[in-house]
């Protein structure tokens, strides 16, 4: 989400006659796009932002601006720890930055600019100018906030009620963005299955994918990401219907226990979670299934943690996001009784991960010899006589290839499986 709001802010500065500066030393303009989700992402914004002191001593006409959940959050303490911070705008306020950009080029006016934050949950949602990162795969946000609150999470705090966005608006978007030759979007919310609640058409997350589907020249869909307490029935089989939504889903269980799933405030059980991934498998048998994992949450016993274990086990994910627990500004679980020593949060956390890659591995193991359709995204970060592209399941392939098949679904058969990655050759493209 916030790679994207990165591209809105990217585009707002293109926009405005902003290119890309070849290094930081070079910018006229810094806008620090911050992550409150756990502390470790603010500690980094904190060292950043200590790090552009020295640049703004060195050339006063530079400006800096900080956006972001951090941004939300400290609001104009920000100002005062951070004198020269110049504009501090929120995820719902990012139009703000077109604003104070073309006043800034006009004036020379240096005071620091009032913070441009959310008050008013009503607030509209445009459509922004926006540079896209690659050309093959998009980003299309769809619901805004979150009205779930479980118990660690700051996201409500900082990016406020669930608002849906209008059809109308997303489908002209996918429309424009086929137009301009991508041929992948991923449907982006922090709860796309809740998607239409709140709008006046009478419209869910299943009728979205329906209507999105119909888009000529869009080849595959993705969406991120799923609570499993919304994922209905007619959304699996809308999945299993659709040949253009990928068989995917980020589906976070957070913990195997039912104890610390009710002090989290999921709203599921562990049993109705694995039902889901039942129905989801039975629908769809070459589904893959990936998770985020929370350790050491508020009260989470040894008996508790073996619990997630167990379902790690039992439901063996193509793949998991882990992280150790940890307190955030307003959320409830800082009232929480019993925290968890950091080294067990840890210790639990390695453990998880270390099972992870044994259950990774043999996942990928089991492809060898396969041959499967991906979509060509690029070269290859790590080795430029490489392409890269990921399967319906998302899996990253990496084969050696044309330039001209980036942009194209190519057949691959797979002759070796690594950690994090299939590598394979090239049977046949098909455009
Ligand atoms: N809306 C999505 C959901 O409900 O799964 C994703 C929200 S969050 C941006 C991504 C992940 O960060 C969560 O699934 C959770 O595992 C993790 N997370 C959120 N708050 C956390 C915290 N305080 N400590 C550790 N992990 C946290
Ligand atoms: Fe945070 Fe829960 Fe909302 Fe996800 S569903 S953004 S974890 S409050």
């Known amino acids: 989400m916030n790679v994207h709001d990165s591209e809105k802010i990217a585009g707002i500065l293109s926009e405005s006659d902003h290119g890309t500066a070849g290094s930081i030393e070079e910018a006229d303009v810094i806008v620090l796009n911050t992550c409150s989700i756990r502390q470790k992402a603010e500690q980094k914004f904190y060292s950043e932002l200590g790090r552009l002191r020295t640049l703004k001593k060195n050339n006063p006409d530079l400006k800096i601006a900080v956006a972001g959940c951090i941004a939300q959050q400290q609001g104009d303490a920000i100002f005062k720890k951070f004198p020269y911070v110049d504009f501090i705008f929120g995820p719902d306020n990012i139009d703000s930055l077109q604003t104070w950009i073309s006043s800034r080029i006009q004036s020379t006016d240096n005071r620091q600019q009032k913070s441009a934050l959310r008050e008013n949950p009503g607030y509209q949602i445009k459509t922004l100018p926006m540079k896209r990162i690659g050309r093959v795969r998009a980003w299309v946000s769809i619901i805004y906030g979150c009205d779930n609150f479980c118990a660690y999470c700051v996201v409500p705090y900082t990016r406020g009620r669930e608002r849906s966005r209008p059809c109308k608006d997303i489908y002209d978007e996918v429309v424009s963005l086929t137009g301009q030759g991508f041929k992948e979007i991923t449907l982006l919310g922090q709860n796309v299955n809740s998607y239409g609640k709140n709008l006046p058409e009478k419209i869910d997350f299943s009728d979205l994918l329906r209507m999105v589907h119909e888009i000529v020249g869009l080849q595959r869909i993705r969406f991120v990401t799923s609570h499993p307490r919304d994922i209905s029935e007619k959304l699996i089989n809308t999945m299993r219907d659709l040949p253009k939504v990928c068989n995917h889903i980020h589906l976070p269980v957070q913990s195997g226990s039912d104890k610390i799933l009710a002090s989290m405030n999921r709203g599921y059980s562990y049993r109705d979670y694995k039902n889901k991934i039942d129905m989801l498998k039975a629908a769809i048998p070459d ?20 619990l997630t274990v167990n379902a790690l086990s039992e439901i063996e994910y193509d793949g998991i996001f882990a992280f150790k627990y940890s307190e955030r500004p307003d959320t409830k679980a800082l009232a929480l009784p019993d925290h968890i020593d950091e080294t067990i949060k840890s210790e639990r956390l390695s453990h998880i991960l270390k099972l992870q890659e044994v259950i990774t591995f043999k996942k990928n193991m089991a492809l060898e010899g396969q041959e499967l359709e991906i979509l060509v ?36 058969k797979v002759k070796e499986a690594r950690q994090h990655s299939l590598y394979g050759e090239k049977v046949k493209s098909r455009k």
Do not use: C, H, Y
């Open 377 to 412: 995204e690029g070269m290859s970060e790590t080795d430029d006589k490489n392409l890269t592209g990921r399967t319906l399941t998302n899996k990253i392939v990496n084969f050696r290839g044309d330039p001209d098949d980036i942009g194209n679904i190519v057949m691959i």
């Open 287 to 306: 589904i893959a299934v990936t998770t985020d994992i929370i350790t050491g949450f508020p009260g989470e016993t040894d008996e508790d943690f073996q």
